[in-house]
Structures are given as C-alpha cells and as structure tokens.
C-alpha cells in the first residue's frame, strides 16, 4: 500500500513547547485521522477530520486539512512529558486506512 | 465497555512453523482489520473482515490468511513463517468499514520468528 509521508520524522522540544507534526498524502481521502502510539504498544484514536472540514480541535490537539495541497497538520499544544510516543496519521477512504511512516515525539521534562 | 483483546501478547516461533493469532472485536463492532508493523515498513494493512466476510486485502502473500466468526471474533494465520514475518501485529475494530471510522486497536501480539 502506498503509505504518506510525515514530517518531521522525530522532533524533541520542551515540556510546554508546542509540537506541529505535517502529513502529506496520496489518495482521495474520505478522512484523514490521527492516531498515537506509546513504545510498542496499540495505536489510541485521537482526532478524525473529514474531507470537508479544514480544522479540528479536541482539547490540546488542533487538526488542519488543506485537500487541494493533500497535507494535514497535528498541533499538540502545551505540551508534556506524557505526549512522548509516536504519532501516525491514516488516511481513510471507503476501502481502507493507510498510516504514514509516523513521527516520534520527545517531550523533554 | 471491554476494548479489543488479543491473544497471545507474545509469540516466539522457528521458521517453516505456522502461527494462528487471535482478536476480539469490541462489543457490537463488526469491522475487523489486521496490521503488520515492521521497524523498515511501518504500519501496513493486512485485510478487513465485516460481517464473517473478508473485505479487502493488502498487498501480502497467500501465507497471511484470516477469518471471522458468527461473534465478529477474528483469527488470522500465517503459514510457513519466515524471518521477515517479525513484526508487531495489531488488531483494530470499528463500527462499519475500517477507513471510514475511527479504530479501536488492541495491544498487538508480537510475533517473533526464529
């Protein structure tokens, strides 16, 4: 399958900094979603955006969707040693979900 | 409500052997996909199963078999083990058809092939 880019592929900052993460895709895309992933362990659902929506927020996360660039970006506000993992998006259409090579996120304390 | 479990957590395997890996879906899902993770090739998807029916594959060999139960509890297999079969093997289940709706992943089974 044809897997999107992430970038940065890892990104280290400081405990209240802000972590931006960027995704290009490939396909037409029902969504685009976001999932993390903490060392080695399952993948935990954070934030869905619809083809027709351009931002999303929940919580600390900010989602934006630009279709005609086929990117979106993940904005993780204030952040804390516990956001440390990784962080995938997936693009979603009516066959399946494609995830992106993922960027690695290091909150330093 | 329960989230998705899988069994075993663990696997350690030689190579020629076949392994048989378990998932249950949360209650009252009928979406089941399967992931492979590999360090060189990241999260690739393996097929979906919906109601007891495969629904789309991925671009794996035969050996990467499955199936889904009247329960919407899932098993895939792969036979013939190699070494390049290593991998972290997740399972997530959805409502309705996995790219649609976010998934619901269990804590993967990691599959080591000696």
């Known amino acids: 399958s044809q897997q999107g880019e992430e970038d940065p592929q890892a990104l280290s900052i400081q405990e209240g900094e802000n972590a931006t993460m960027n995704c290009s895709y490939k396909?037409?895309?029902?969504?685009l979603q976001w999932y993390r992933q903490n060392s080695g362990r399952g993948l935990v659902h954070l934030i869905l955006?619809?083809?027709?929506?351009r931002e999303k927020h929940s919580g600390r996360l900010r989602v934006t969707l630009d279709t005609s660039k086929k990117s979106s970006s993940l904005l993780i506000t204030a952040s804390r040693a516990a956001d440390t993992a990784s962080y995938f998006c997936?693009?979603?259409?009516?066959?399946?979900?494609?995830f992106g090579s993922g960027t690695q996120l290091t909150v330093l304390p | 409500k329960a989230g998705v479990t899988q069994t075993p957590r663990y696997l350690i395997k030689t190579r020629g052997q076949q392994v048989t890996l378990s998932c249950s879906p949360i209650?009252?899902?009928?979406?089941v996909s399967w992931y492979q993770q590999t360090p060189g090739q990241g999260l690739q998807f393996l097929f979906e199963?919906?109601?007891?029916?495969?629904?789309n594959k991925g671009n794996f060999p035969g050996r990467f078999s499955g199936r889904q139960f009247s329960n919407s509890r899932s098993e895939m297999n792969v036979s013939t083990l190699e070494l390049g079969d290593s991998a972290l093997y997740l399972c997530?289940?959805?409502?309705?058809?996995?790219?649609?709706?976010?998934?619901?992943f269990g804590p993967g089974t990691r599959l080591t092939v000696l």
């Open positions: 396909t037409s895309i029902n969504n």
């Open positions: 209650s009252g899902h009928r979406s």
């Open positions: 997936a693009e979603g259409s009516a066959r399946q979900l494609t």
């Open positions: 955006i619809r083809s027709n929506e």
């Open positions: 199963y919906f109601s007891e029916t495969q629904r």
């Open positions: 997530a289940s959805s409502l309705t058809t996995s790219g649609l709706n976010e998934q619901f």
